[in-house]
């Protein structure tokens, strides 16, 4: 019967790896152990104590106007770059010089335009929303 090499290097069956479980280098502590080890816990307080923290930060997830007029341009850009890939790609393929660059140039300029137009839409919503919410306050006093 052949062997495969290096059977058992890995695993802990024999080789370096039995040594090094052995040793208690390797191989993790069941799952069901409760011996606690103090590291552990620290990592766990300092793991809680940066949620809490990131919690209290982030407790305005709206995103700036500036941070939606960046992503507005970058949709844009990035229509037009993936159009023209793609097009620059089935011309390449197809040996169809400037059809498929033009054609797909101004689907990519499309998608980055409606996504433009999307975002957009969405930020008079929320401005409106706003607006009558502050009306509605308005109203109760």
Do not use: C, H
């Not at 069956?13 to 620290?42: F, H, I, Y």
């Amino acid at each position: 019967m052949l062997q495969a090499p290096f059977t058992g290097f890995f695993f802990y069956g024999s080789g370096p790896a039995k040594r090094l479980v052995k040793r208690g280098v390797l191989g993790a502590k069941a799952m069901g152990d409760t011996e606690d080890d103090p590291k552990l816990k620290a990592l766990e307080e300092r793991l809680s104590q940066a949620r809490q923290r990131a919690q209290g930060e982030n407790a305005d997830d709206r995103p700036s106007p500036m941070g939606r007029a960046f992503r507005m341009g970058i949709d844009l850009v990035a229509g037009v770059g993936v159009g023209l890939i793609i097009g620059i790609n089935l011309d390449g393929w197809l040996d169809t010089s400037p059809g498929f660059l033009i054609s797909f140039l101004f689907l990519g300029f499309a998608a980055g335009i409606r996504n433009v137009i999307r975002e957009a839409n969405k930020m008079q919503r929320e401005a409106e929303d706003g607006l009558q919410g502050q009306a509605d306050e308005a109203d109760k006093d």
